[in-house]
Nanobody, 112 residues
Framework: VQLVESGGGLVQPGGSLRLSCAAS????????MAWYRQAPGKQRELVAD???????SYVDSIKGRFTISRDNTKNILYLQMNNLKPEDTAVYYC???????WGQGTQVTVSS
């Protein structure tokens, strides 16, 4: 199993980024996927997840600003992040839920 995140970077408050996670080695279209993040000095937290049938859920702090989605034809998981805030600064990881399959992470920094 390989999960490769991309799309992170430095953005000003109020800006947007779209993260991608390319998956291989799994039956992507039948697994539940998730985005986690870990800020410096904090524990890794679940940000959003999406079932195989595209039912989504979000942590309260990002509701209305982030959107998780998936393309089962390309085996890619996305996280569209809008109206970014400094407190969104973290390393973002994709994960096959209920497994130890993780990507390497992509850094998101929100700063003016």
């Amino acid at each position: 199993v390989q999960l490769v995140e991309s799309g992170g970077g430095l953005v000003q408050p109020g800006g947007s980024l779209r993260l991608s996670c390319a998956a291989s080695g799994i039956l992507f279209n039948i697994v539940r996927m998730a985005w986690y993040r870990q800020a410096p000095g904090k524990q890794r937290e679940l940000v959003a997840d999406i079932t195989a049938s595209a039912t989504t859920s979000y942590v309260d702090s990002i509701k209305g600003r982030f959107t998780i989605s998936r393309d089962n034809t390309k085996n890619i998981l996305y996280l569209q992040m809008n109206n970014l805030k400094p407190e969104d600064t973290a390393v973002y990881y994709c994960n096959v839920m209920m497994t130890d399959y993780w990507g390497q992470g992509t850094q998101v920094t929100v700063s003016s």
